[in-house]
Nanobody
Framework: QVQLVESGGGLVQAGGSLRLSCGAS????????MGWFRQAPGKEREFVAA????????YYADSVKGRFTIFRDNAKNTVYLQMNSMKPEDTAVYYC?????????????????WGQGTQVTVSS
């Protein structure tokens, strides 16, 4: 069983920055890709970013490309999401997720394990 625990959410003004962290346990973290998703009120959960097992490949939703950066520290079993130039439309609950396989994926159906989520609110 994989456990994922997010932290770092909060309230930030438009144009500001936040860094989310996700600590993982329960399997060999460095073997697997990881992802971040978000869900705004009344909307579907959507893909934000994903990273390959060694950090060599990163993938982003068009809405966050150039503003958000996903990276990982395999020695700490942690994946991060650095969010810069934030916008009110970034307001959502952010979820860390681990896929069933070792491969990177954008589809939430490919992810088996989910954290509890952390609230991010961007004020205008």
């Amino acid at each position: 069983q994989v456990q994922l625990v997010e932290s770092g959410g909060g309230l930030v003004q438009a144009g500001g920055s936040l860094r989310l962290s996700c600590g993982a346990s329960g399997r060999t973290f460095s073997y697997y890709a990881m992802g971040w998703f978000r869900q705004a009120p009344g909307k579907e959960r959507e893909f934000v970013a994903a990273i390959s097992w060694n950090g060599g490949g990163t993938y982003y939703a068009d809405s966050v490309k150039g503003r958000f950066t996903i990276f990982r520290d395999n020695a700490k079993n942690t994946v991060y999401l650095q969010m810069n130039s934030m916008k009110p439309e970034d307001t959502a609950v952010y979820y860390c997720a681990a896929p069933s396989s070792i491969f990177v994926a954008r589809e939430k159906a490919e992810y088996r394990y989910w954290g509890q989520g952390t609230q991010v609110t961007v004020s205008s």
